[in-house]
């Protein structure tokens, strides 16, 4: 009996064990695969993250171009308006200097002329240009309404002006 009981006992650890080296077995098994996937998801992980890089640094390239031509557009376009704006004040000046030279009243009947057409800001522009006394002599000429009315802008025109000097 206590020999049956040694053998029973014997066959219990012999079969414990084995269960022990299959479930050890197993688990380095399972361990190598997770190990493996591990591997796998690192490979992946990294190769995304290199294709992210790759396509922020082009796209950051690509804003930077943008921003490059974007500034380049503006400054052509400032550099044209200035262009616009100094043609504009050369033929304001020469203008103004042509209507200096004319007589009172055919300056006053051109003025009246290209109110009545809706270019009062033209006039305004030259009738500023022009010598004070001249201003004084057309306006005897040119129609109440419209003296009154380059008479206002005048006064709106001075008073914007001082403000700002």
Known sequence: MLLRLAILIL???LISLSAQEVNSATLV???????????DLNNFYNKKEAEYQTRKKELDNLLAKIEKEKKEIQDLR?????????IKGEVDSKTANIF????????????????REGKI???????IR???AKVTSLMKYMSPENASLLTQMLQDYKLNNKSEG
Do not use: S
Request: overall charge negative.
């Open 78 to 86: 400032d550099e044209n308006k200035q262009l616009l704006e100094n």
């Open 11 to 13: 066959f219990f650890n």
């Open 130 to 132: 022009l010598k004070e």
């Open 121 to 127: 800001e033209d006039v305004f522009d030259i009738i």
């Open 100 to 115: 200096n030279k004319m007589k009172p009243k055919i300056a006053a009947d051109i003025f009246n002329q290209m109110i």
């Open 29 to 39: 098994k399972q361990r190598i695969e997770i190990t493996e996937l591990k591997k």
